[in-house]
């Protein structure tokens, strides 16, 4: 449980917090529609910065990506007295493809960005980047409150940013995810997603503050379904909700803040996933008609509106929500509602199967923080791990003599879905059949079982680099611009995990760090506050990096608690 010191949101509506909350309440929306823009050859809906706000927020130095999350950053510390310098403080940028744009340059890599922000505000710690589609914004502050929790550090600054290009809007409309119109979130008109820029940056301590909002709680889970598709029923969202929920008052619940994108499927399996956790009388709050999907932004700055307005005794209006296009029985309106409560729950939903629910109270060190019904202290998160035995690992390296397809067509060679992936999957995806071919120390069972439940976290350097070259290759000539949806999947590095999880049946946590470096320490950090925070016994640890298809390393082990 951690609590939140200051915030800041950088958008089209406003450079502060308290500028974008006035505009959501007053209704304003940065959507428009553009077309020719980047001189893509559909007209789309976005939420994008002007070129008079742009030149206002550019840093020399530094790509808008960059500036952006600096400007933020920047903004939220004037709030607090945090020394920066301190080697107690960590940053943790959360984003889905940072400076993309810049493919093929150095300032390509979110790991190189990362630190650029780290050192224009001072940091001397090495930054975290949370890669993990949808959900990162939100995986962020998990990771934060772990870290924190651990006693690792004593500050998380969490910055989401996003940055929309040629390259990400093209990518979504090879999916046909993309409305020409402002989104309507749930309603039976909906037809896609708007695209969003935007930075949002939260200052966590790990210390209790009585006034302060506080991170209670927090969960991911994988649906193991598909990697675009979410589960019809919302099965890993569901699993979220429940095990963040379970022994606590549902009816204190202010509202349930959600993903809401617009898109058939997702709002469809949130509402069922909502009403089967209990929650179809919570009012829900939706925030992507305001500002569209900012992606790696939208899990922090969508909390801190919550937040805003949760101290106001607001559950905000779903902008361009008319009449009920879900099966699920929800409570959601396009009008503002009054409350009186004081907690919330968030959640996300992503590529790759990702799932989050966090949920936040103002006040939390008081009686009524929301203590499970029967489950001890909120600190059970620190519970259970005495050692972790590392019990097997597969390296796999381009120094090696035989290629992946060789190993594969050895050793596996009954998944045909192998020879759809992109390199970097099918890097990881022969690590784990191989790991998973290699009985426990003692034991007669397998290191992946169906249905394990146990996490499954990745590190990397490169990104999704392969992918993203290859996905560009397809948009680069103007007269013939044909964006390959198979090609725009996987140009998110954490879908190597969706694959694994779809293959195995694992329904534990996925998620998909980017660092500068193969640091084995901070790798082990993460790893162990992972695992003491979601109680799971086992996890599937390493390191997945390649810059080229005959430039890679791969390393990945299975742990277990002894």
């Given at each position: 449980?951690?609590?939140?010191l200051?915030t800041?949101?950088?958008?089209?509506?406003?450079?502060?917090t308290?500028?974008?909350y006035?505009?959501?309440?007053?209704?304003?929306?940065?959507?428009?529609?553009?077309?020719?823009?980047w001189?893509l050859?559909?007209p789309?809906?976005?939420?994008l910065?002007?070129?008079?706000?742009?030149?206002?927020?550019a840093?020399?130095?530094?790509t808008?990506?960059?500036s952006?999350?600096?400007?933020?950053?920047r903004?939220a510390?004037?709030?607090?007295?945090?020394?920066v310098?301190?080697?107690?403080?960590?940053l943790i940028?959360?984003?889905?493809?940072?400076?993309?744009?810049?493919l093929?340059t150095p300032?390509?890599?979110?790991?190189?960005?990362?630190q650029?922000?780290?050192?224009?505000?001072?940091?001397?710690?090495?930054?975290i980047?949370?890669?993990?589609?949808?959900?990162?914004?939100l995986s962020?502050?998990?990771?934060?409150?772990?870290?924190?929790?651990?006693?690792?550090?004593?500050?998380a600054?969490v910055?989401?940013?996003?940055?929309?290009?040629?390259?990400?809007?093209?990518?979504?409309?090879?999916?046909?995810?993309?409305?020409?119109e402002?989104?309507?979130?749930?309603d039976?008109?909906?037809?896609g997603?708007?695209?969003?820029?935007?930075?949002?940056?939260?200052?966590?301590?790990?210390?209790?503050d009585?006034e302060s909002?506080?991170?209670?709680?927090?969960?991911?889970?994988n649906?193991?379904?598909?990697?675009?598709?979410?589960?019809?029923?919302?099965?890993?969202?569901?699993?979220?909700?429940?095990?963040?929920?379970t022994?606590r008052?549902?009816?204190?619940l202010?509202?349930?803040?959600?993903h809401?994108?617009a898109?058939l499927?997702?709002?469809?399996m949130?509402s069922?996933?909502?009403?089967?956790?209990?929650?179809?009388?919570?009012?829900?709050?939706?925030?992507?008609?305001?500002?569209?999907?900012t992606?790696?932004?939208?899990?922090?700055?969508e909390?801190i509106?919550t937040?805003q307005a949760?101290?106001?005794?607001?559950?905000?209006?779903?902008?361009?929500?008319?009449?009920?296009?879900?099966?699920g029985?929800?409570?959601i309106?396009?009008?503002?509602?009054?409350?009186d409560k004081?907690?919330?729950?968030k959640?996300?939903?992503?590529?790759g199967?990702c799932?989050?629910?966090?949920?936040?109270?103002?006040?939390?060190?008081s009686?009524?923080q929301?203590?499970?019904?029967g489950?001890?202290?909120?600190?059970?998160?620190?519970?259970?791990?005495?050692?972790?035995?590392k019990t097997?690992?597969v390296?796999l390296?381009?120094k090696?003599?035989?290629?992946?397809?060789?190993?594969?067509?050895q050793?596996?060679?009954?998944y045909?879905?192998?020879?759809?992936?992109?390199?970097?999957?099918?890097?990881?995806?022969?690590a784990?059949?191989?790991?998973?071919?290699?009985?426990?120390?003692?034991?007669?069972s397998?290191?992946?079982?169906?249905?394990?439940?146990?996490?499954?976290?990745?590190?990397?350097?490169?990104?999704?680099?392969i992918?993203?070259?290859?996905?560009?290759?397809?948009?680069s000539?103007?007269?013939?611009c044909f964006?390959?949806?198979?090609?725009?999947?996987?140009?998110?590095?954490?879908?190597?995990?969706g694959?694994?999880?779809?293959r195995?049946?694992?329904?534990?946590?996925?998620?998909f760090?980017?660092?500068p470096?193969?640091?084995?320490?901070?790798?082990q950090?993460?790893?162990?506050?992972?695992?003491r925070?979601?109680?799971?016994?086992?996890?599937i640890?390493?390191?997945?990096?390649?810059?080229?298809?005959?430039?890679?390393?791969?390393?990945?082990?299975m742990?277990?608690?002894?």
């Amino acid at each position: 449980m951690i609590s939140v010191l200051s915030t800041n949101i950088t958008s089209p509506l406003g450079f502060t917090t308290e500028q974008n909350y006035r505009a959501v309440l007053s209704g304003s929306s940065a959507l428009k529609r553009h077309e020719g823009l980047w001189g893509l050859p559909e007209p789309f809906a976005a939420s994008l910065f002007s070129e008079e706000l742009r030149a206002a927020l550019a840093i020399d130095g530094h790509t808008f990506f960059e500036s952006i999350a600096i400007r933020s950053i920047r903004e939220a510390l004037t709030h607090t007295r945090l020394d920066v310098a301190s080697e107690r403080v960590v940053l943790i940028v959360s984003t889905t493809k940072g400076n993309v744009e810049w493919l093929d340059t150095p300032h390509y890599y979110p790991s190189e960005a990362a630190q650029a922000i780290a050192q224009a505000i001072g940091l001397t710690t090495k930054p975290i980047v949370v890669c993990n589609a949808c959900v990162s914004g939100l995986s962020a502050q998990l990771l934060a409150d772990r870290l924190l929790s651990e006693g690792i550090y004593d500050y998380a600054i969490v910055v989401g940013a996003e940055v929309q290009s040629k390259f990400i809007v093209s990518g979504f409309q090879s999916l046909k995810a993309v409305s020409e119109e402002p989104c309507r979130p749930f309603d039976i008109e909906r037809n896609g997603l708007n695209p969003g820029e935007a930075a949002a940056t939260i200052v966590f301590a790990k210390t209790s503050d009585r006034e302060s909002w506080q991170l209670l709680d927090g969960t991911t889970c994988n649906d193991a379904y598909h990697n675009v598709s979410p589960s019809p029923q919302g099965d890993g969202l569901t699993k979220a909700i429940d095990a963040v929920m379970t022994g606590r008052d549902k009816s204190r619940l202010a509202t349930v803040c959600v993903h809401g994108t617009a898109t058939l499927y997702n709002d469809q399996m949130e509402s069922r996933a909502i009403e089967r956790a209990g929650l179809s009388d919570v009012p829900l709050s939706a925030l992507k008609g305001y500002y569209g999907h900012t992606m790696g932004a939208a899990g922090v700055l969508e909390t801190i509106l919550t937040m805003q307005a949760t101290d106001d005794g607001i559950v905000l209006p779903t902008k361009g929500f008319t009449e009920p296009g879900i099966s699920g029985k929800v409570s959601i309106s396009s009008k503002p509602k009054k409350t009186d409560k004081h907690t919330f729950l968030k959640v996300m939903s992503g590529f790759g199967g990702c799932n989050v629910a966090a949920l936040y109270k103002k006040g939390a060190g008081s009686k009524e923080q929301g203590a499970r019904k029967g489950a001890g202290s909120e600190e059970q998160g620190a519970r259970g791990i005495v050692k972790l035995e590392k019990t097997h690992t597969v390296r796999l390296s381009s120094k090696d003599e035989k290629t992946l397809t060789d190993i594969y067509k050895q050793e596996i060679g009954d998944y045909p879905k192998f020879y759809k992936m992109d390199f970097l999957s099918r890097l990881a995806f022969v690590a784990a059949e191989t790991l998973s071919n290699s009985p426990l120390k003692g034991e007669d069972s397998l290191p992946l079982r169906e249905g394990w439940g146990g996490s499954l976290i990745l590190f990397n350097h490169s990104s999704s680099i392969i992918a993203d070259r290859q996905f560009l290759s397809t948009i680069s000539d103007k007269d013939n611009c044909f964006p390959s949806p198979s090609l725009f999947v996987y140009t998110l590095p954490n879908i190597t995990a969706g694959e694994i999880a779809i293959r195995h049946h694992l329904k534990g946590e996925t998620t998909f760090y980017i660092l500068p470096d193969k640091d084995e320490t901070l790798m082990q950090q993460i790893l162990e506050a992972t695992l003491r925070a979601t109680g799971t016994t086992s996890a599937i640890c390493g390191w997945v990096d390649a810059e080229s298809e005959t430039n890679y390393e791969c390393e990945l082990s299975m742990y277990n608690h002894t």
